[in-house]
Nanobody, 125 residues
Framework: QVQLVESGGGLVQAGGSLRLSCAAS????????MGWFRQTPGKGREFVAA????????YSADSVKGRFTISRDNAKNTVYLQMNSLKTEDTAVYYC??????????????????WGQGTQVTVSS
């Protein structure tokens, strides 16, 4: 069993920054890949960013490229999402998730087996 707990969400003005954190427990953190997804009311869950187990390979959605950065600290069992130049359309509930090492596509939410409870990010104009 893996527990994922997100934090760092909140209200920010457009153009501002937030850093989300996701603390993991329950199995060896470095033995799985990590991803961030987001969801707004009435829409499905959307891929945001992902990072492979060693941190050497990352992926980002086109909508956040150049603004969001995913990173991980395996010593702290934590994955981060640094969000800069926030836009109102970034408003969503953000979820972190873990995927087994065998996963090929980290963009596909079906690759992920454990999810956090989500943290709300609201960007005001």
């Amino acid at each position: 069993q893996v527990q994922l707990v997100e934090s760092g969400g909140g209200l920010v003005q457009a153009g501002g920054s937030l850093r989300l954190s996701c603390a993991a427990s329950g199995r060896t953190f470095s033995s799985y890949h990590m991803g961030w997804f987001r969801q707004t009311p009435g829409k499905g869950r959307e891929f945001v960013a992902a990072i492979r187990w060693g941190g050497g390979r990352t992926y980002s959605a086109d909508s956040v490229k150049g603004r969001f950065t995913i990173s991980r600290d395996n010593a702290k069992n934590t994955v981060y999402l640094q969000m800069n130049s926030l836009k109102t359309e970034d408003t969503a509930v953000y979820y972190c998730a873990s995927a087994p090492l065998s996963s090929v596509s980290l963009v596909d939410q079906r690759s992920y087996d454990y999810w956090g409870q989500g943290t709300q990010v609201t960007v005001s104009s």
